[in-house]
T-cell receptor, first 116, second 114 residues
Framework: DAMVIQNPRYQVTQFGKPVTLSCSQT?????MYWYQQKSSQAPKLLFH???????NEADTPDNFQSRRPNTSFCFLDIRSPGLGDAAMYLC???????????????FGPGTRLTVT | QKEVEQDPGPLSVPEGAIVSLNCTYS??????FMWYRQYSRKGPELLMY????GNKEDGRFTAQVDKSSKYISLFIRDSQPSDSATYLC??????????????FGTGTRLLVSP
């Protein structure tokens, strides 16, 4: 089945130790997104790619970086994780147009990051 | 004030009940309205989508949008234990080529007991 895959599903890192989360997709969608979802909070968009064009949300901390080496893969790098960065990180893609012009977003299962 | 408000629940109902889930929003520019369902340890999946105002029905699910009140609802008829999940509303004001910024609610956790 075509899908969005995230690895690892669970990641534990130490305070200040860089960590990389990965996302891959078999849907061949142009757009990939990274969201941060803290406990009992709404998913918050960090950034997105349209092909190789990177778009950062204005309030995304500089600590968060991303790479998209090809259509299928996208990485989220957290350079110096703090305790406040503990969250579920969701990767999504979009490409199928719905009626009225919207796009359906397809989400991966998420990576739960713990910072010790 | 958050752009999108949603009661986190949990909402507990017996099997067969009619469930009503709601969101309010403050941005009058929103015109794309979605409901995502998220099972435990899974990513959200699109359940219902409505463009602008009105109702949309799909099986046991009905989505309603009232733009004049800035209020959207999801109704689930004949609820089943398999409907137990977190339901997130999401909305958007615009669409660029391939990209759409969604603003999510916090999600309402629904528990349907047999």
């Amino acid at each position: 089945d075509a899908m969005v895959i995230q690895n690892p599903r669970y990641q534990v890192t130490q305070f200040g130790k860089p960590v990389t989360l990965s996302c891959s997709q078999t849907l061949n969608h142009n757009v990939m997104y990274w969201y941060q979802q803290k406990s009992s909070q709404a998913p918050k968009l960090l950034f997105h790619y349209y092909d190789k064009d990177f778009n950062n949300e204005a309030d995304t901390p500089d600590n968060f970086q991303s790479r998209r080496p090809n259509t299928s893969f996208c990485f989220l790098d957290i350079r110096s994780p703090g305790l406040g960065d503990a969250a579920m990180y969701l990767c999504a893609t979009s490409g199928l147009r719905l009626g009225g012009g919207a796009y359906e977003q397809y989400f991966g299962p998420g990576t739960r990051l713990t910072v010790t | 004030q958050k752009e999108v408000e949603q009661d986190p629940g949990p909402l507990s109902v017996p099997e067969g009940a009619i469930v009503s889930l709601n969101c309010t929003y403050s941005n009058s520019a929103f015109q794309y309205f979605m409901w995502y369902r998220q099972y435990s340890r899974k990513g959200p999946e699109l359940l219902m989508y409505t463009y602008s105002s009105g109702n949309k029905e799909d099986g046991r699910f009905t989505a309603q949008v009232d733009k004049s009140s800035k209020y959207i609802s999801l109704f689930i008829r004949d609820s089943q234990p398999s409907d137990s999940a977190t339901y997130l509303c999401a909305m958007s004001a615009y669409v660029n080529t391939g990209f759409q910024k969604l603003v999510f609610g916090t999600g309402t956790r629904l528990l349907v007991s047999p």
